[in-house]
Antibody
Framework: EVQLVESGGGLVQPGRSLKLSCAASGFTFSNYYMAWVRQAPKKGLEWVAT????????YYPDSVKGRFTISRDNAKSSLYLQMNSLKSEDTATYYCARQGHRYWFAYWGQGTLVTVSS | DIQMTQSPSSLPASLGERVTISCRASQGISNNLNWYQQKPDGTIKPLIYYTSNLQSGVPSRFSGSGSGTDYSLTISSLEPEDFAMYYC?????????FGGGTKLELK
């Protein structure tokens, strides 16, 4: 059974940094592109980042490019999201997802809440 | 970016009823349209990919159709567990974008 478990969320001040983790199990992690998708409170879903199987290619929307960095450790079956220069609008639940064909998010974790506030 | 517009935003319905949720893209997306269900506890379940392909384990009462810019998700006979939020998402063009969601609620 595919399992994705996020951790690392919490309350952080504007301008500070936070690193999220996602522990994957139940599949060969190194074979799949992985992604982060977020959802602000009472809002819709927004794709945040994608990383290739080896980690050599990463993709971001303009809203987080230059501030967020996605990475992975295939030996540990783990995905990460380093978030710097956080803003109040980054407040959201962050979901880890396994990608299928193109940007089809075929499996999702339960999410971890990040609150950016002073 | 391609804008995805869902309608209605809220859909009251009864058990056993057949319902359809619509999703319109701001430009053609060549069937690269996916659907997700989100429960009140935040759990997200992928339902359909590439317009009409059911994810493994998704009940056959769910179906998807469409082409060009207009797509739809149909539930043939509502079960209690179907009352949730539904989101469409396009992956035809970078960046992938989601619709604003449709809340399917018990009438």
């Amino acid at each position: 059974e595919v399992q994705l478990v996020e951790s690392g969320g919490g309350l952080v001040q504007p301008g500070r940094s936070l690193k999220l983790s996602c522990a994957a199990s139940g599949f060969t992690f190194s074979n799949y592109y992985m992604a982060w998708v977020r959802q602000a409170p009472k809002k819709g879903l927004e794709w945040v980042a994608t990383i290739s199987t080896s980690g050599s290619r990463t993709y971001y929307p303009d809203s987080v490019k230059g501030r967020f960095t996605i990475s992975r450790d295939n030996a540990k079956s783990s995905l990460y999201l380093q978030m710097n220069s956080l803003k109040s609008e980054d407040t959201a639940t962050y979901y880890c997802a396994r990608q299928g064909h193109r940007y089809w998010f075929a499996y999702w974790g339960q999410g971890t809440l990040v609150t950016v506030s002073s | 970016d391609i804008q995805m517009t869902q309608s209605p935003s809220s859909l009251p319905a009864s058990l056993g009823e057949r319902v359809t949720i619509s999703c319109r893209a701001s430009q053609g997306i060549s069937n690269n349209l996916n659907w997700y269900q989100q429960k009140p506890d935040g759990t997200i379940k992928p339902l359909i990919y590439y317009t009409s392909n059911l994810q493994s384990g998704v009940p056959s009462r769910f179906s998807g159709s469409g082409s060009g810019t207009d797509y739809s998700l149909t539930i043939s006979s509502l079960e209690p567990e179907d009352f949730a939020m539904y989101y469409c998402q396009q992956d035809a063009s970078f960046p992938p974008t989601f619709g604003g969601g449709t809340k399917l609620e018990l009438k």
